[in-house]
């Protein structure tokens, strides 16, 4: 039975079918009031289970059949780090997050992906053994609930990714594996192709990226790593996990060098005609999981499923309360708004900022995008 589950899940990552997963889960509750920036720990999933729970069920709603768990950053040796966490165990907060995306899950005949990320011990004792041990401990807690699937993500080195994929494919489920890395590589200058075909090798059914940079940048990625695989001659699942903003000064490295990071990016968010693209950009060049991470919302999901809805065959549940192409103005009082409500007007609109003296750039952080090419040229 196992086995055929297994068939099932691959099945939604074919050529033929498309898989959505929910948004960014730490950057929305962080907003919502529930999440402490800095460390972004997932205690919330059993201080606040209502309040995951919710936002499950809005990426539910918007199209999402893969809910993943809220186990960002959930390992012990973050969590006792961060210090935001002294009553809760790793194992309480993995559990209780494995229950709700599988509560809601549940409502819409969605999958549940129970995720790790990278670890603070292989930055500082680079320990195979202490960090499989500690991937170990982790997948331990997702197989007491009965996962459909795992990804690994938000890892920079793709020698942790490696390790992490080998620890979860003894649990013979599905793996995926992204990397929050730009069309440069990961941080020791490995590049995207390379780090495809170490991870598959590894056992990864699925590769991709995720976070740090911008849709169509993240798309690059993934098709360097298609690339890479195809000249390897090996085969795997395509998957794409972009921020919901726009980062064009930090192709290397990544949202965090710049100075709205991250309380001020608002003003870089992504309108659902951006996100449009983007579905459309990632659909052409053969990725067939696609989704979001920080920054990504609800509505983010919903326009991935309207944009590629002819394919899929169906809408999202929220559609119901959306007009494709701004349809739903043609009821508007006003006639310069009436205007709107057609295709061509929303994908060719630049939005303004609205701030007189907003520069259309920043400047990122320079040590950490100097520290960054040193290691690639090395």
């Not at 390379?194 to 940048?217: E, F, S, Y």
Request: charge should be neutral; proline fraction near 5%; hydrophobic fraction near 40%.
């Amino acid at each position: 039975t196992g086995s055929k589950k297994c068939k099932t899940i691959m099945l939604m990552f074919s050529e033929y079918n498309i898989c959505f997963r929910d948004g960014g889960y730490v950057m929305q509750l962080e907003r919502r009031g529930y999440v402490k920036a800095g460390h972004w720990t997932p205690e919330a999933a059993v201080e606040h289970p209502e309040a995951v729970r919710q936002l499950h069920r809005e990426f539910l709603r918007a199209g999402a059949n893969v809910i993943q768990t809220f186990t960002f950053y959930c390992s012990e040796d973050k969590l006792e780090i961060s210090g935001n966490v002294t009553n809760i165990t790793g194992a309480q907060i993995n559990e209780a997050a494995c229950d709700l995306a599988r509560e809601v899950a549940n409502e819409g005949d969605a999958l549940v992906a129970g995720c790790v990320s990278k670890t603070p011990c292989y930055v500082k004792s680079h320990s195979e053994t202490e960090v499989k041990a500690i991937f170990k401990k982790q997948m331990d807690d997702f197989l007491k609930k009965d996962i459909d699937f795992f990804i690994v993500e938000f890892v920079d080195h793709v020698e942790e990714a490696v390790w992490a994929v080998e620890v979860l494919k003894t649990s013979g489920k599905p793996v995926g594996a992204t990397l929050c890395i730009s069309p440069h590589g990961d941080m020791h200058g490995v590049p995207p192709g390379q780090c495809a075909v170490r991870m598959v090798k590894a056992g990864a059914d699925i590769v991709g990226v995720n976070c740090h940079l911008d849709p169509l940048t993240c798309v690059q990625t993934v098709k360097l790593m298609k690339a890479g695989l195809e000249k390897a001659g090996l085969k795997a699942h395509l998957m794409i996990q972009p921020l919901g903003f726009h980062t064009p000064e930090c192709n290397i490295g990544g949202y965090t060098s710049l100075p709205e990071y991250p309380f001020a990016l608002e003003t870089r968010a992504m309108t659902r005609w951006d996100i449009h693209k983007y579905a459309r950009e990632a659909y052409n060049a053969g990725i067939r999981y696609i989704g979001g991470c920080c920054g990504f919302e609800p509505y983010h999901i919903r326009a991935i499923a309207e944009e590629v809805a002819a394919e899929r065959g169906f809408l999202p549940p929220a559609s119901e309360k959306h007009g494709l192409w701004g349809a739903a103005l043609e009821m508007h009082t006003k006639p310069w708004v009436r205007a709107r409500a057609r295709r061509e007007y929303w994908e060719n609109l630049l939005p303004a900022s609205g701030r007189p003296k907003c520069p259309s750039m920043a400047t990122p952080a320079d040590d950490y995008e100097k520290q960054l090419e040193t290691k690639i040229q090395m």
